[in-house]
């Protein structure tokens, strides 16, 4: 059966931009008789703090969101996407660059912002088997090409695929191979995220189609921004459940906020998950961001 999912990152808490984010991807699964799934991203256990999971769980649960069957984390599956990376390897590479090699070369005159450079790319195994002595590889994709994937927002999504990392130099799983495979493997054919995410769709639509797996329908949703028009984040202020609460503003009344943002409440109207789905319509969503002024934080 197909499902949606909300997958996020067990790192702090989640604030407005998040939950609405959530909020929306209920909403896209639950009005088209889809299952809806909860993912914990936790594949950089560097980033991962204790608690948070469980904290974001009851954060989303405080909203009125449901979700089907337990949460799937991601850092239990190594052995899953060890299976895929093998069925990968004839379209990859071994790269040995460092963050900073990299960054030196996509600054560069000629360098391409936000893609790598190529630089490991077309290595001999004799220059390989020499770099391997002094670092571990990572294993990239082998991209080049185009690939195409449909948006209930942003129609069809045509962009080039670029070497992305499918398994770091420290052995650890990438995001772009683990989240394609953990979409397959839960029948997720419908993936509701922020539309900073918008440039990572051609990558994986050519992941999944490698894999012999179906490319998820995509709707890449406007973020939430500060007043200065820049991505929300906790350093804003109040824009947690447990900050917010703190200014007596309930989990209640953010559902009601997030709901007047995206046009299916009037400010200060008490509402539902339910009662929004029976409002809720593709085409009638606001497609700027959310421009919010956050409760400041409170002094000592």
Known sequence: MSAGRYAPSPTGELHLGNLRT???AWLFARSTGRRFLLRFEDLDQSRVRPGYAEQQAADLAALGL?????????????????????ALLPYTFECFCTRR???EAVSAPH???GRYPGTCRDLTEAERAMRRQRRAPAIRLRGGGTETATDLLHGTITGEVDDVVLRRNDGGTAYQLAVVVDDADTGVDQVVRGDDLLDAT??????????????????????????DGVRLAKRDGAVTLSTLARHGIGAAEVLTMI????????????VT?????GRFEV??????PWLITPVPHQAG
């Not at 089907?68 to 060890?82: F, I, K, M």
Request: charged share 20%; net charge negative.
């Open 22 to 24: 959530a909020v929306l």
């Open 66 to 86: 449901t979700f089907d069957g337990v949460p799937l984390v991601q850092s239990t599956r190594q052995e899953r996407y060890a299976e895929a990376l093998t």
């Open 101 to 103: 090699e990299i960054a």
């Open 111 to 113: 360098g391409m912002p």
């Open 202 to 227: 051609p990558a994986q639509a050519r992941i999944a189609r490698l894999l012999g797996v179906a490319v998820p329908t995509y709707a890449h949703v406007p973020l939430a921004l500060n007043a």
């Open 259 to 270: 709901a007047a943002s995206l046009d299916l409440a009037r400010s200060g109207e008490v």
């Open 273 to 277: 998950p339910e009662v929004l789905l």
């Open 283 to 288: 085409s009638r969503l606001p497609r700027e």
